[in-house]
T-cell receptor
Framework: QQQVKQSPQSLIVQKGGISIINCAYENTAFDYFPWYQQFPGKGPALLIAIRPDVSEKKEGRFTISFNKSAKQFSLHIMDSQPGDSATYFCAASLNNNAGNMLTFGGGTRLMVKP | ETGVTQSPTHLIKTRGQQVTLRCSSQSGHNTVSWYQQALGQGPQFIFQYYREEENGRGNFPPRFSGLQFPNYSSELNVNALELDDSALYLC?????????????FGPGTRLTVL
């Protein structure tokens, strides 16, 4: 059962444009929602994360928007650059003493054209 | 601060063999999680180790096993390898009890089963 659904699978954006990636989750007990960036041949790198007690978090050009009632969250990349071309994964986890396993979405391959 | 390291980088095995993958956690972290990432997919949680014991497990068969050592490093062992075990195996370290329990990934071990 896929508990985190991510869309689109691939995205092409012009340099300077806005990249938007969406995720939806099913388990209302999730309480931590990170985004990871992965370049070919590398492990995922933590980009930005949010908890459900806030509706938006911004770090530089990256913003997470969170809608608890809709069980959806999204990543916005402002002023997209060719160096942002990578695969992006949303994830969700329960942060408890039984371990905080991350449940990942299927990934979005972003290409930013010069 | 030393990041998460994994060895080996690449590995080729044949069906039925056994394999051991290794991970050194980031300095200051006491928890190690292992993930399997098939080509073109998001990482799937295998299990997590804390205080040298398994502290949560995903939907993987018992032939996937692990260890954590007193220095918090960890091993992933896979017995009776199958073709579908071909994947990138990722190790992530975190600090149990930290406020956000962020997980930081290593570069992965690419396992090919022939």
């Amino acid at each position: 059962q896929q508990q985190v659904k991510q869309s689109p699978q691939s995205l092409i954006v012009q340099k300077g444009g806005i990249s938007i990636i969406n995720c939806a989750y099913e388990n209302t007990a999730f309480d931590y929602f990170p985004w990871y960036q992965q370049f070919p041949g590398k492990g995922p790198a933590l980009l930005i994360a949010i908890r459900p007690d806030v509706s938006e978090k911004k770090e530089g050009r990256f913003t997470i928007s969170f809608n608890k009632s809709a069980k959806q969250f999204s990543l916005h990349i402002m002023d997209s650059q060719p160096g942002d071309s990578a695969t992006y994964f949303c994830a969700a986890s329960l942060n408890n003493n039984a371990g905080n396993m991350l449940t990942f979405g299927g990934g979005t391959r972003l290409m930013v054209k010069p | 601060e030393t990041g998460v390291t994994q060895s080996p980088t690449h590995l080729i095995k044949t069906r039925g063999q056994q394999v051991t993958l290794r991970c050194s956690s980031q300095s200051g972290h006491n928890t190690v999680s292992w993930y399997q990432q098939a080509l073109g997919q998001g990482p799937q949680f295998i299990f997590q180790y804390y205080r040298e014991e398994e502290n949560g497990r995903g939907n993987f068969p018992p032939r996937f096993s692990g260890l954590q050592f007193p220095n918090y490093s960890s091993e992933l062992n896979v017995n009776a390898l199958e073709l579908d075990d071909s994947a990138l195996y990722l190790c992530a370290s975190s600090s149990m009890g930290a406020r956000y329990n962020e997980q930081f990934f290593g570069p992965g071990t690419r396992l090919t089963v022939l």
